[in-house]
Protein backbone atom coordinates (compact mmCIF):
# COMPACT_ATOMS: atom_id res chain seq x y z
CA UNK A 1 0.00 0.00 0.00
CA UNK A 2 1.33 3.10 -0.78
CA UNK A 3 2.21 5.83 1.95
CA UNK A 4 -0.22 8.42 0.61
CA UNK A 5 -3.22 5.68 1.06
CA UNK A 6 -1.41 4.95 4.77
CA UNK A 7 -1.73 8.49 5.55
CA UNK A 8 -5.10 9.61 4.06
CA UNK A 9 -6.18 6.50 6.46
CA UNK A 10 -5.12 8.04 9.29
CA UNK A 11 -5.90 10.89 8.30
CA UNK A 12 -9.25 9.95 8.24
CA UNK A 13 -9.31 7.57 11.43
CA UNK A 14 -7.81 11.28 13.51
CA UNK A 15 -9.79 13.60 11.94
CA UNK A 16 -13.00 11.99 10.93
CA UNK A 17 -13.04 13.62 7.91
CA UNK A 18 -11.49 13.15 4.35
CA UNK A 19 -10.24 16.30 3.73
CA UNK A 20 -6.36 16.04 4.13
CA UNK A 21 -5.45 20.05 3.55
CA UNK A 22 -6.43 22.66 5.34
CA UNK A 23 -5.89 26.83 4.85
CA UNK A 24 -3.64 28.13 7.63
CA UNK A 25 -3.87 31.95 8.04
CA UNK A 26 -0.78 32.28 9.74
CA UNK A 27 1.61 30.48 7.34
CA UNK A 28 -0.76 31.67 4.20
CA UNK A 29 -0.16 28.35 2.86
CA UNK A 30 -2.68 25.04 2.36
CA UNK A 31 -0.91 22.34 4.83
CA UNK A 32 -1.27 18.45 4.76
CA UNK A 33 -2.51 18.68 8.61
CA UNK A 34 -3.90 14.41 9.59
CA UNK A 35 -4.30 15.46 13.64
CA UNK A 36 -7.71 17.39 13.93
CA UNK A 37 -7.71 20.55 16.89
CA UNK A 38 -9.87 17.99 19.29
CA UNK A 39 -7.10 15.39 18.55
CA UNK A 40 -4.37 17.74 19.34
CA UNK A 41 -6.04 19.25 22.54
CA UNK A 42 -6.49 15.77 23.94
CA UNK A 43 -2.90 14.47 23.05
CA UNK A 44 -1.87 17.75 24.51
CA UNK A 45 -3.72 16.54 28.04
CA UNK A 46 -1.40 13.81 28.41
CA UNK A 47 1.93 15.07 27.40
CA UNK A 48 1.10 18.33 29.95
CA UNK A 49 0.91 15.49 32.53
CA UNK A 50 4.30 14.11 31.49
CA UNK A 51 5.92 17.49 31.20
CA UNK A 52 4.87 18.13 34.61
CA UNK A 53 5.78 14.77 35.89
CA UNK A 54 10.02 15.71 34.66
CA UNK A 55 9.33 19.21 35.72
CA UNK A 56 8.10 21.04 38.79
CA UNK A 57 5.66 24.02 38.10
CA UNK A 58 6.73 27.13 39.88
CA UNK A 59 4.49 28.15 42.97
CA UNK A 60 5.36 31.94 42.62
CA UNK A 61 1.66 33.11 41.84
CA UNK A 62 2.91 36.49 40.82
CA UNK A 63 5.29 35.03 37.94
CA UNK A 64 2.74 33.35 37.36
CA UNK A 65 -0.31 35.57 37.24
CA UNK A 66 2.10 38.24 34.80
CA UNK A 67 3.14 35.36 32.77
CA UNK A 68 -0.74 34.26 32.01
CA UNK A 69 -1.31 37.96 32.16
CA UNK A 70 0.68 38.73 29.10
CA UNK A 71 0.20 35.25 27.13
CA UNK A 72 -3.49 36.36 26.95
CA UNK A 73 -3.48 39.63 25.68
CA UNK A 74 -1.04 37.76 22.75
CA UNK A 75 -3.42 34.70 22.85
CA UNK A 76 -6.35 37.55 21.66
CA UNK A 77 -4.48 38.12 18.21
CA UNK A 78 -3.09 34.88 17.29
CA UNK A 79 -3.66 33.86 14.10
CA UNK A 80 -5.03 30.73 15.77
CA UNK A 81 -8.42 30.84 17.45
CA UNK A 82 -9.04 27.41 17.16
CA UNK A 83 -7.91 26.55 20.79
CA UNK A 84 -7.32 28.12 24.24
CA UNK A 85 -4.06 28.74 25.08
CA UNK A 86 -2.52 27.75 28.29
CA UNK A 87 1.04 29.19 29.83
CA UNK A 88 2.72 27.60 32.47
CA UNK A 89 6.34 28.56 34.35
CA UNK A 90 8.85 25.59 35.33
CA UNK A 91 10.71 25.78 38.35
CA UNK A 92 13.66 24.78 36.86
CA UNK A 93 17.24 27.10 36.77
CA UNK A 94 17.26 26.57 32.57
CA UNK A 95 17.22 28.93 30.24
CA UNK A 96 14.54 27.62 27.89
CA UNK A 97 10.91 28.04 26.73
CA UNK A 98 9.18 25.88 24.44
CA UNK A 99 5.61 24.96 22.79
CA UNK A 100 3.81 21.76 23.72
CA UNK A 101 0.36 20.07 21.29
CA UNK A 102 -2.73 22.18 22.23
CA UNK A 103 -2.07 25.63 23.20
CA UNK A 104 0.32 24.76 25.99
CA UNK A 105 3.27 26.91 25.90
CA UNK A 106 6.25 26.65 29.01
CA UNK A 107 8.81 28.99 30.45
CA UNK A 108 11.44 27.80 32.93
CA UNK A 109 12.30 30.16 35.80
CA UNK A 110 15.92 30.32 34.62
CA UNK A 111 14.64 32.56 31.24
CA UNK A 112 11.87 34.05 32.98
CA UNK A 113 14.18 35.76 35.57
CA UNK A 114 16.03 37.29 33.20
CA UNK A 115 13.71 38.96 31.52
CA UNK A 116 13.14 42.70 32.88
CA UNK A 117 10.31 44.06 31.35
CA UNK A 118 6.51 42.79 30.08
CA UNK A 119 7.89 43.59 26.65
CA UNK A 120 10.85 41.03 27.03
CA UNK A 121 8.21 38.23 28.10
CA UNK A 122 5.72 39.00 25.61
CA UNK A 123 8.85 38.29 23.01
CA UNK A 124 9.27 35.12 24.45
CA UNK A 125 5.89 33.93 24.53
CA UNK A 126 5.39 35.70 21.00
CA UNK A 127 7.80 33.47 19.34
CA UNK A 128 6.30 30.34 20.85
CA UNK A 129 2.85 31.50 20.12
CA UNK A 130 4.18 31.16 16.54
CA UNK A 131 5.11 27.38 17.16
CA UNK A 132 1.32 26.87 18.01
CA UNK A 133 0.13 29.41 14.68
CA UNK A 134 1.94 27.90 12.27
CA UNK A 135 1.25 24.47 13.59
CA UNK A 136 4.97 23.32 13.92
CA UNK A 137 4.42 21.26 15.89
CA UNK A 138 1.64 18.96 15.11
CA UNK A 139 3.30 18.79 11.75
CA UNK A 140 6.64 17.61 13.30
CA UNK A 141 5.04 14.88 15.50
CA UNK A 142 3.07 13.62 12.26
CA UNK A 143 6.20 13.83 10.27
CA UNK A 144 8.40 12.13 12.69
CA UNK A 145 6.16 9.48 15.19
CA UNK A 146 4.18 6.58 14.29
CA UNK A 147 0.40 6.43 14.58
CA UNK A 148 0.68 4.41 17.44
CA UNK A 149 2.13 6.97 19.19
CA UNK A 150 -0.09 9.45 18.18
CA UNK A 151 -3.54 7.22 18.20
CA UNK A 152 -2.34 6.23 22.09
CA UNK A 153 -2.27 9.98 23.30
CA UNK A 154 -5.55 11.17 21.15
CA UNK A 155 -7.65 8.22 22.13
CA UNK A 156 -6.94 7.50 26.11
CA UNK A 157 -7.54 10.31 27.82
CA UNK A 158 -11.13 9.09 28.18
CA UNK A 159 -10.61 6.17 30.26
CA UNK A 160 -7.07 5.02 30.84
CA UNK A 161 -6.78 1.37 31.91
CA UNK A 162 -4.07 0.47 34.42
CA UNK A 163 -1.95 -2.27 31.64
CA UNK A 164 -2.52 1.21 29.13
CA UNK A 165 -0.41 3.65 31.36
CA UNK A 166 3.08 2.46 30.58
CA UNK A 167 1.69 2.96 26.82
CA UNK A 168 0.71 6.47 27.31
CA UNK A 169 3.98 7.64 29.78
CA UNK A 170 5.84 6.10 26.50
CA UNK A 171 3.89 7.96 24.02
CA UNK A 172 4.12 11.11 25.59
CA UNK A 173 7.62 10.65 26.74
CA UNK A 174 8.44 10.08 23.13
CA UNK A 175 6.81 14.00 22.04
CA UNK A 176 7.98 15.82 25.57
CA UNK A 177 11.52 14.55 23.56
CA UNK A 178 10.48 15.44 20.07
CA UNK A 179 9.54 19.02 21.29
CA UNK A 180 12.47 19.92 23.26
CA UNK A 181 14.76 19.43 20.80
CA UNK A 182 13.76 22.72 18.94
CA UNK A 183 12.82 23.32 15.31
CA UNK A 184 14.71 23.72 12.17
CA UNK A 185 15.80 26.85 10.71
CA UNK A 186 12.71 28.20 8.47
CA UNK A 187 10.29 27.47 11.64
CA UNK A 188 12.29 29.66 13.81
CA UNK A 189 12.41 32.18 11.47
CA UNK A 190 8.44 31.56 11.08
CA UNK A 191 8.13 31.80 14.52
CA UNK A 192 9.99 34.91 14.92
CA UNK A 193 7.79 37.14 12.31
CA UNK A 194 4.58 35.98 13.97
CA UNK A 195 6.15 36.50 17.03
CA UNK A 196 6.62 40.20 16.22
CA UNK A 197 3.48 40.35 14.53
CA UNK A 198 1.66 39.47 17.77
CA UNK A 199 3.87 41.76 19.79
CA UNK A 200 2.71 44.35 17.54
CA UNK A 201 -0.83 43.91 17.32
CA UNK A 202 -1.25 43.03 21.33
CA UNK A 203 0.49 46.64 22.04
CA UNK A 204 4.04 45.26 23.40
CA UNK A 205 7.01 46.99 21.71
CA UNK A 206 8.88 44.26 19.27
CA UNK A 207 12.09 46.07 19.57
CA UNK A 208 12.73 43.10 22.84
CA UNK A 209 12.87 40.53 20.44
CA UNK A 210 16.25 42.14 19.55
CA UNK A 211 16.98 42.71 23.46
CA UNK A 212 15.66 38.92 24.29
CA UNK A 213 18.05 37.68 21.57
CA UNK A 214 21.54 40.07 22.54
CA UNK A 215 20.97 38.88 26.39
CA UNK A 216 20.97 35.47 25.56
CA UNK A 217 24.06 35.81 23.40
CA UNK A 218 25.75 37.38 25.75
CA UNK A 219 24.50 34.71 28.36
CA UNK A 220 26.16 31.99 26.36
CA UNK A 221 29.24 33.57 26.04
CA UNK A 222 32.23 30.98 26.45
CA UNK A 223 29.95 28.28 27.27
CA UNK A 224 27.70 25.82 25.33
CA UNK A 225 25.00 27.91 25.19
CA UNK A 226 21.79 28.51 26.64
CA UNK A 227 18.77 25.30 25.99
CA UNK A 228 16.58 27.90 23.87
CA UNK A 229 19.66 28.36 21.48
CA UNK A 230 21.28 24.81 20.79
CA UNK A 231 18.93 24.08 17.71
CA UNK A 232 18.09 27.78 16.78
CA UNK A 233 19.70 29.24 14.11
CA UNK A 234 22.39 31.89 14.66
CA UNK A 235 21.80 34.68 16.43
CA UNK A 236 23.31 37.18 14.95
CA UNK A 237 21.10 36.30 11.93
CA UNK A 238 18.15 36.13 13.86
CA UNK A 239 18.85 39.68 14.83
CA UNK A 240 19.37 40.99 11.62
CA UNK A 241 16.01 39.45 10.13
CA UNK A 242 13.88 40.69 13.01
CA UNK A 243 15.08 44.40 12.67
CA UNK A 244 13.78 43.70 8.95
CA UNK A 245 10.18 42.42 10.06
CA UNK A 246 9.80 44.75 12.64
CA UNK A 247 9.88 47.68 10.34
CA UNK A 248 7.82 45.63 8.15
CA UNK A 249 5.06 45.37 10.42
CA UNK A 250 5.16 48.80 11.39
CA UNK A 251 3.86 49.59 7.90
CA UNK A 252 1.65 46.82 7.55
CA UNK A 253 -0.56 46.32 10.49
CA UNK A 254 -1.96 48.72 13.31
CA UNK A 255 -2.01 47.69 17.07
CA UNK A 256 -5.26 46.21 17.49
CA UNK A 257 -4.82 46.13 21.72
CA UNK A 258 -3.05 49.31 23.82
Known amino acids: MKKVTILAIIATLLTGCASLSTFNPATGEEEFIIISTASEVNMGKNVHSEIIRKHKLSDDEAKIDRLTKIGRRLAKVSDRQDYGYNFYLLKEDTINAFTGPGGNIYCFSGLYDKLETDDEIAAVLGHEMGHCAAKHVVKRIQATLGYNIIS ?17 AYAANSIVNLIMLGYGREDEYMADRLGIKYMYRAGYDPEATIKVLEMLKEDSKGQQGPVILRSHPYLDERIMQN ?16
Open 152 to 168: TLIYTHLKIEEKNKKHI
Open 243 to 258: RIEIKRVETKYKPLIR
